[in-house]
């Protein structure tokens, strides 16, 4: 399942090179579910409410300035970080008994780029 | 041939909406260039040169917040003005005698969402 | 702009070969819209706006078996056919003034076959 | 290596919604093989053999309504139940000695969503 | 319609840099065709009829070293002149009365370069 | 990050068929970065080092013919083989202390055929 966030930020260390500056970027991110098999309804989850629950860790995040987001304000809101971050977010979203053994969050920030997460669960 | 550009923005006019805050995208560029037949090297044109040059137009872009650049100051900064911008840049920097009938530009900002310009030239 | 309609139908003449059997297509459907310059906002169309009528043109559409469809009723369902159909279904949701030269739609029936069609309009 | 196949199909249970109706799916099929090194040859598999494999293997699906096919009588046609028919049924074909140690299939049914599943095999 | 051909061969004149060494590339090509209207059977063209002729033109340059292909004997083997002759070739292919207005042919030589042309046909 | 080579070979064995002739590929490599946790700059690595190391690596190929480049003088040089050399060149430039756990190349060779090694590396 697929959704994007457009966000602005600043990487604030020398090591990020230009990237000090305030700047932004588009997250392309690609959210992946795995299982042990299939549920009762031959699917791996369902994919509305999997779709809903991505939506709730992003909506957050949309046309957000990072620099100011509480939840990002002692570290650097590089690609990784924000994949680890909606990763966990989303899992902890997951309902009881969801059944699934992990999940995958990637992002596209450019054409070049992108992180992934894979977050073993316990089903 | 393609290159990007990542910049912070904001849209200050209530048409859009939440873009109205200071957020940011990533801009996947496409330059294409047409000419009536190829040149005498069989090409429309040096593809180096044309990199150069979109290298040189994109440069004061990248990473920036274009909300302080002063070229969009008193204009939207939206995905279409910003091709325009870049396409009569580009047409500005090309050589005398390029033999060129047209070049266009087209941007993607997010997956679902893309502008693009032709602006024809005197060959 | 991008949305998508999965469907069954079937292509009633020898011309089709195995496509006159009952079968079905994802069609992940690409609008885009050409004007003369921008309007004052700096954009061709509002984005909301121009996928909110791109959704009521496919909802007709969505998880339907076009054999049973009135509005294809008399005709072979192909994906040039659909993409015409929704071009002008289109056009005519258009508010008055819209200031647009041409639609275009493009669909993909499967990963190498697409088709499209560009319909000039009245500003 | 890629194919598709294009399906009719319902899914009859209201966790289904409007996929209930009888509606259709392109499958964008990928085959991907993994081994312990490579063979005598320097590859994984004879590329034209998987094709030929995995076409024999979809050959029954192409331009099919899946509710009237026996091996999804009792089944939900989900994507993810035809991966998983898709790689059992491929596992089978393959020769003697095949030396792979896992094969995996995915298929996108629309840009964003796809299923996939990884067998492990007996080399 | 798509296909794709994998070709050696050297680019012979100071101006291509290091393209002068024998190389070679995978050029995936794309052809489009286009009509007023559709035909009887609500299409542009037979894609099986198409893809067959496209085929026909591209069998002899399939894994071949361009710089020994007799029609590339005086000329550059760019990826703009490869599209112009596959368009030609295929052009002269097509049927009486196939009711074409123009065909286009593009080829991808990689992820970031790009030729096409338009072709304009008598229907 | 991604990068291209554009190279002509031949494969000598009467398994590859027409891929016998001298001809050539672009291939278009990604290469992925596995670490277990983040650095202290919140990342996986450098991405500018890591583009510049693959760089390093892809060079010496770059506009080739690998029929007379040493590294493939007695395999087949097919992709499987080419990312396997890759993989294992660029694992050797990594810095001491570089934290990572595994490092993957892919490359894909036309639209329908890709290979990948995954490199386990001691962090």
Same mark, same amino acid.
């Given at each position: 399942?697929?959704?994007?966030?457009?966000? $602005? &930020? /600043? +990487?604030?260390?020398?090591?990020?090179? =230009?990237?000090?500056? @305030? &700047?932004?970027?588009?997250?392309?991110?690609?959210?992946?579910?795995?299982?042990?098999? !299939?549920?009762?309804?031959?699917?791996?989850?369902?994919?509305?409410?999997? /779709?809903? #629950?991505?939506?709730? %860790? +992003?909506? =957050?995040?949309?046309?957000?300035? +990072?620099?100011?987001?509480?939840?990002?304000?002692?570290?650097? /809101?590089?690609?990784? %970080?924000?994949?680890?971050?909606?990763?966990?977010? !989303?899992?902890? !979203? +997951? =309902?009881?008994?969801?059944?699934?053994? $992990? #999940?995958?969050?990637?992002?596209?920030?450019?054409?070049? $780029?992108?992180? /992934?997460?894979?977050?073993? @669960?316990?089903?």
């Amino acid at each position: 399942m697929d959704d994007h966030v457009m966000i $602005a &930020h /600043s +990487l604030q260390h020398e090591f990020f090179g =230009p990237a000090q500056q @305030l &700047h932004g970027a588009t997250l392309a991110i690609h959210a992946s579910f795995e299982r042990e098999g !299939l549920d009762e309804h031959g699917v791996v989850m369902d994919i509305g409410e999997a /779709s809903r #629950l991505l939506g709730q %860790v +992003l909506e =957050p995040l949309r046309f957000k300035n +990072l620099d100011e987001h509480p939840d990002f304000a002692e570290k650097f /809101s590089t690609t990784e %970080v924000i994949v680890h971050y909606v990763a966990l977010q !989303l899992a902890e !979203l +997951l =309902p009881e008994g969801h059944g699934l053994k $992990a #999940l995958t969050i990637e992002a596209e920030e450019n054409p070049t $780029a992108r992180a /992934s997460v894979r977050l073993p @669960l316990t089903p």
